[in-house]
């Protein structure tokens, strides 16, 4: 008989804190020439092993792996990075179920691992609730819709999901998402169904009335279940992306493990030669950012031009582009098609605007997610993603590719690396108290309005202050006042309404900027990531706002440096109903919050190595970043759910 690894919530607990320490004390004994671990077969970061993380941070999902016959495992919640994970060989078919305390069970079907990741990296890529009803259909979702089967079970096991939360008093709305710990009592309570529901019964909507007698899906409408499905399928997708710089190092982005990322680079003819002066490189960077409503957007830059004789290799190439052009400004504004989460793949455009009369919009017109973290842009980086020894024409439609007409006759095309980092969590309504997850006289503080003060390191340059809005989903924009100045757009009004054009109830025009990254419960603190992308910000357009990524700028090791941004919400949440508290805003070390904008920093390098520079340039150059601070906005006060 197969060793049922069942946690109590303390328990559970107890262990989540054990591996955020790095105890190995959290693993159950293993059997004999056995490395199990209760929440996997084999354990995180050794060969061959994936970790997984559930779209819903739910502790206690029962599953097994092919290759250990002996035992089953639950994933845990890891209180450290916001989610529910579990492990299993690379290799590895996995099989995924609900168990009772004696014999009865909810089969909810079984997938390859490889479905979701084929190598093992730092980041561990997301199982998704569509993942699972995959498993169950044996169809790939094709369209984001109840009419569509594997889309119509997953909102079935959402149902399951969301009435167990309701029951546990976990969550006060029916469309909330919170942590969901899968107790001793609710798997005695599942032993008193007559009989164990198979997947069939899961795709054929047979399973509600089985399970009645222990749990009524009912409360759960197919409009919220739908609503919590693509809700999740958001947060899955939400992230920062960028291609590495392939000149210099980029920390945070790249694993070890897989090297030979050339990031995005191309030129005006078909095959693009280090060695022939006649052609027109182009070589950039940027960085874009999905928020939680799905939208993506962002800022970089691009360098273009003829590269001297005499360099044998692209990098070479790009150093020599970087030393001899000025860059120009890349802006890609708000988009709500990105990568499919359907399929992970680039199917439908995405442009990114160039700051040159003469030039188009940069277009990636393919690619696919593979491991829920890169696309490969080039064959050999492909292969060492995918484990493959050949590739397909049907593979090559799976490259990052992009496109850029230029002028009247240059069509520059080339590759796209490009990396997934820094996924986004729930949002635990013990910190992120907001208008949509708290009970009726409970306090919340969100949407929470503040006003944002850009400081530079040049301090010729004035400062700008910036309202902006946290808002009840957890994303953030722009909360300008009428009537702003190019250094004065602070909040105006805590009451304004703003509509799907993000116009406000006063006519003015507002601007997606970042989103919540993930709440930190013993903190109390959030997390917060921002891209300012659009002339409207002024002096801090392209700023870079808590992506906790370095990159370097030049051979001499400058580098362009942007840490965490944590909002410290302790005063806040003790305030009386009313009241306004206060907020602290820091990084991860607790030291004052830096930004910087990567184009003006590579302007200040051309200015460095070249003559020609403009008073613009000059002017623009002393943009590259400093300091930001965080306050309340004078109009703001907490408020009770009425």
């Known amino acids: 008989m197969k060793n049922k690894y069942l946690l109590t919530i303390a328990l559970s607990t107890l262990m989540s804190g054990l591996t955020a320490c790095g105890g190995e004390s959290a693993n159950i004994i293993p059997e004999k020439n056995n490395n199990s671990t209760v929440n996997g077969s084999c354990t995180a970061g050794t060969t061959n092993c994936i970790q997984f993380a559930l779209d819903y941070p739910f502790d206690g999902l029962n599953f097994s792996c092919s290759s250990d016959t002996q035992n089953t495992f639950v994933t845990l919640m890891d209180l450290k990075n916001g989610v529910a994970t579990g492990t299993c060989n690379y290799s590895d078919k996995v099989n995924v179920f609900l168990l009772g305390k004696a014999d009865k069970r909810i089969a909810l079907g079984s997938f390859p691992i490889s479905n979701i990741a084929l190598v093992s990296t730092d980041q561990i890529p997301r199982l998704t609730v569509l993942d699972i009803a995959r498993g169950m259909t044996n169809r790939d979702a094709t369209v984001l ?192 098609h990105w990568i499919n989460p359907l399929n992970k793949r680039i199917d439908q455009n995405y442009y990114i605007g160039v700051d040159d009369v003469n030039s188009e919009d940069l277009i990636i017109n393919q690619g696919k997610l593979y491991n829920d973290y890169m696309i490969a842009g080039k064959e050999k980086f492909y292969k060492l993603l995918t484990q493959k020894t050949t590739v397909t024409a049907e593979d090559l439609k799976d490259l990052g590719q992009w496109q850029q007409r230029y002028g009247i006759s240059d069509t520059f095309k080339g590759s796209l690396d490009l990396f997934k980092v820094y996924p986004i969590t729930y949002l635990d309504k013990q910190v992120f108290k907001s208008s949509n997850n708290v009970s009726a006289g409970e306090n919340y503080i969100f949407p929470l309005y503040a006003d944002l003060t850009f400081k530079f390191t040049d301090s010729s340059v004035p400062s700008l202050k910036l309202g902006i809005v946290i808002d009840e989903k957890g994303d953030i924009r722009t909360n300008m006042k009428p009537a702003a100045t190019d250094t004065d757009m602070s909040t105006g009004s805590c009451n304004t309404t703003v509509g799907s054009n993000l116009k406000d109830s006063n006519g003015v025009q507002q601007y997606r900027l970042g989103t919540t990254s993930r709440a930190f419960i013993d903190d109390r603190a959030i997390s917060i990531r921002m891209i300012l992308g659009d002339e409207a910000l002024k002096s801090v357009n392209g700023a870079l706002v808590g992506v906790n990524s370095t990159i370097q700028i030049s051979a001499t090791g400058e580098k362009i440096v942007v840490g965490g941004a944590l909002v410290h919400l302790q005063n806040l949440l003790n305030a009386s109903t009313g009241g306004t508290g206060r907020i602290t805003f820091t990084d991860s070390a607790g030291s004052a919050v830096k930004w910087a904008n990567s184009y003006a920093s590579f302007q200040k390098v051309y200015n460095a190595n070249n003559t020609d520079e403009t008073t613009d340039d000059t002017a623009l150059a002393k943009l590259s970043g400093g300091t930001l601070e965080m306050s309340l906005a004078p109009c703001y006060s907490v408020k009770a759910k009425s």
């Open 145 to 336: 819709d109840s009419s569509d089967a594997t889309v119509k079970t997953a909102m079935n096991l959402v149902k399951i999901i969301q009435a167990l939360a309701l029951q546990q008093k976990s969550i006060n709305t029916k469309t909330d998402i919170q942590a969901l710990y899968m107790n001793d009592s609710i798997r005695e309570s599942l032993d008193k169904i007559t009989s164990s529901v198979t997947a069939q019964q899961m795709v054929n909507g047979e399973y509600a009335a089985i399970i009645k007698p222990w749990l009524d899906v009912s409360v759960i409408s197919d409009a919220d279940a739908f609503a919590v499905v693509s809700q999740l399928l958001n947060i899955s997708n939400a992230a920062v992306y960028q291609p590495e710089f392939s000149l210099f190092s980029t920390t945070g982005s790249v694993v070890s493990s897989l090297t030979g990322s050339d990031g995005l680079t191309g030129c005006n003819k078909d095959v693009c030669a280090a060695n022939d002066t006649t052609t027109k490189h182009l070589f950039g960077h940027f960085m874009l950012l999905t928020d939680r409503q799905g939208y993506t957007f962002g800022s970089g830059l691009q360098w273009r031009g003829l590269a001297k004789s005499g360099l044998t290799s692209i990098a070479g190439v790009n150093a020599e582009l970087l030393r001899s052009y000025k860059p120009t400004r890349m802006t890609a504004l708000p988009q709500n």
